[in-house]
Structure formats: C-alpha cells, structure tokens
Nanobody, 124 residues
Framework: QVQLVESGGGLVQAGGSLRLSCAAS????????MAWFRQAPGKEREVVAS????????YYPRSVKGRFTISRDNAKNTLYLQMNSLTPEDTAVYYC?????????????????WGQGTQATVSS
C-alpha cells in the first residue's frame, strides 16, 4: 500500500515549463514502477512517462518525447516530471500512479495506486 500526492501544477504560457512532484508514503517506494498520466476534458487518460523501479529506464510516448523528463529519488520517496516547451494541448490534470510489476504499459487499469491529480494549464 502506498499513498501518492501530486504538486507543482499551475498556469503557464505556451513555451514555458512546469516541474511536477509526486510524494509517496510508505517504506517500499523503490518496489514500484511509477508513471505520470494526464487527462484532458473529453479525452481518455493517457500515459506521458514512466520509469523503472531503480530509475534506470524511462519510457515516453511520441507526443512528449524530447520535451518531458521523468525521474525519481527513491531516498526521498519522490517522483518528478519536468515538462518543457509546453503547448495548450498539454493542458490536463496530471496524475502519478504506481504498480508492482517492473514493466511499462499504456493500460491505466494496471496501475493500482493513484494520486488525486494536479491541474496544469497552458495558455496560448
């Protein structure tokens, strides 16, 4: 069992940056494969980045590759998402999520632990 709390969302102009954080409770943060998802109004929840348990491998969809960077600090029980070159299409609620198996997936249903989300809004 792990509890996740996101922070760092806000309002930013197109071309700007945001750095999101996800603070995890519990003693086994390093045992979880972690991911960032986002959901915009009227759209399905989609993964934007994920990272292996030890931080050695990261995964990104083509839509954000080169702009977003996921990282983790297991000693601090914290997950990060650095978002650069933002566009209005990046506007969404961003969620962090965790699952036990150390492998990537596009299927949000395989993640059993979720934060409450943080809103990121990009103006034109």
């Amino acid at each position: 069992q792990v509890q996740l709390v996101e922070s760092g969302g806000g309002l930013v102009q197109a071309g700007g940056s945001l750095r999101l954080s996800c603070a995890a409770s519990g003693r086994t943060f390093g045992s979880y494969f972690m991911a960032w998802f986002r959901q915009a109004p009227g759209k399905e929840r989609e993964v934007v980045a994920s990272i292996s348990r030890n931080g050695g491998t990261t995964y990104y969809p083509r839509s954000v590759k080169g702009r977003f960077t996921i990282s983790r600090d297991n000693a601090k029980n914290t997950l990060y998402l650095q978002m650069n070159s933002l566009t209005p299409e990046d506007t969404a609620v961003y969620y962090c999520a965790a699952k036990e198996s150390d492998s990537p997936t596009y299927n949000a249903k395989l993640y059993h632990y979720w934060g409450q989300g943080t809103q990121a809004t990009v103006s034109s």
